[in-house]
């Protein structure tokens, strides 16, 4: 067993990141649209994402700095248009989207890259991805930055004002997760799959 009081024992950045996606896991995936003040559009995965509200509805993602401290073309994208379209691929999506976490030059397209096709997204001018199940259309409430060094996060609040679901998997009370088939980021290379669940009840 061992004990970490990072103020006497630092760790390294790489190792709290690799100790972070080896036990918070699995982690959900916001695979987030933005476009620049010129309309070019951008398409990344983040797995450092939940929902921070319910009334107002708002989600949180946290882009990290490169290696370079330098900001991922989404957080440029949110500082010149403020608004993002975060979607929810489930499985089906797994290899365009992971395409998209390819390191592009600024300006360049991952939709066209992954072979996906745009879709008008209602109350922002940020297209969604058209073969996507579910997309929450968003308003940047506020960008917190946690530093400038490499692998600071920046953590976005962004402010559902639309929703697409596809009708089969959502009743309008409950989603079908056997239609949606969510994945989860896990350490390294793996995802994992929501295909084996088990339920307990809520102590009163």
């Known amino acids: ?3 970490y009081l990072l103020e006497e024992a630092p760790l390294s950045s790489g190792a709290i990141y690799r100790l972070f996606c080896g036990t918070i896991c699995p982690r959900p995936i916001a695979w987030v649209s933005t476009r620049d003040r010129n309309g070019h559009t ?5 797995s450092f994402f939940n929902v921070v509200s319910v009334a107002p509805p708002v989600l949180g993602f946290s882009p990290l700095l490169n290696g370079e401290a330098q900001p991922k073309d989404t957080i440029r994208n949110l500082e010149q248009v403020p608004e993002c379209v975060v979607h929810i691929s ?3 999506l797994v290899d365009a ?3 998209t976490s ?3 030059p600024a300006g360049e397209d991952e939709f ?6 745009k879709r008008a997204m209602p109350g922002v001018s940020v297209p969604r991805v058209a073969a996507a199940p579910v997309a929450f259309g968003c308003r940047l409430r506020e960008i917190v930055r946690f530093g400038d060094q490499p692998m600071s996060g920046c953590l976005v609040l962004a402010e559902v004002v639309s929703i697409h679901i596809d ?3 959502w009743n309008g009370r ?3 997760v056997d239609a949606l088939k969510p994945i989860g980021r896990m350490a390294g290379s793996d995802y994992a799959r929501t295909s084996d669940l088990f339920g307990l009840e809520r102590p009163a």
């Open 102 to 104: 390819a390191s592009l």
């Open 1 to 3: 067993m061992s004990d």
């Open 167 to 169: 009708d089969a998997i």
């Open 97 to 99: 989207m992971n395409a």
């Open 112 to 117: 066209a890259l992954a072979g996906l096709e």
């Open 42 to 46: 951008n398409l990344a995965p983040f």
């Open 90 to 92: 489930g499985e089906a």
């Open 174 to 176: 409950h989603v079908s």
